[in-house]
């Protein structure tokens, strides 16, 4: 009789020692994705405010004579692209292909805005409009925000992701259906730093 209560005691006690286990493990892993989609989050924010900037930037621009109609076009539809896909739902970052998708169309801004800058330099007086002076620092702001934010957001995931391939981590991630988050990539031509200052 006595040998049964210790038998059932050990096997509670056991079962008691697993649950939570796997409870601190799991508390683990969902608190570091919870500090992925927190510097997700960042990085929204910041591509948010550059987005907000645009139309203030193509108005004070158009209000220039004989100014490239179609560098104003091409800032207008990689903005309208990203408006398609403004955020990415933090259940996505898992997804190589709306990750890659949400890049390319973030990349496309940034590359449309590039070229709006270097056409600005051939319109002085563009350059010495105080709003645009005003607007192009805000932008260069926003532009190593982004960069930051990025920078940011792929050490917290890189993080995450080191910690749900090891073992035991990475049998309760599959368990509870967790997958690694995607990494920002550089950019083609990211070597190259893009020239958004006006001297």
Do not use: C, H
Request: net charge neutral; no cysteine.
């Amino acid at each position: 009789m006595k040998k049964g209560y210790i038998i059932l005691l050990a096997i509670v006690v056991i079962i008691v020692i697993a649950v939570s286990w796997f409870i601190g493990k799991y508390n683990l892993i969902q608190r570091e994705k919870v500090n992925v989609e927190s510097a997700w989050a960042q990085v929204e924010n910041v591509y948010q405010t550059r987005y907000d900037l645009i139309p203030n930037l193509v108005s004070t621009v158009k209000g220039a004579a004989n100014f490239e109609q179609e560098t104003l076009i091409g800032v207008t539809e990689a903005r309208s692209k990203v408006a398609g896909n403004p955020t990415l739902d933090p259940n996505m970052l898992s997804d190589p292909d709306a990750f890659a998708q949400f890049q390319a169309n973030q990349a496309g801004l940034s590359a449309a805005l590039s070229r709006l800058m270097v056409v600005v330099e051939q319109y002085p007086d563009i350059k010495a409009n105080q709003n645009f002076l005003q607007l192009q620092a805000q932008l260069e702001g926003i532009e190593n925000r982004i960069r930051t934010e990025r920078m940011r957001y792929n050490e917290t995931a890189k993080e995450f992701n080191q910690k749900i391939v090891i073992f035991p981590n990475n049998m309760i991630a599959n368990m509870i259906g967790v997958r690694s988050f995607q990494f920002f990539a550089a950019e083609e031509g990211a070597q190259k730093a893009p020239q958004v200052s006006f001297d």
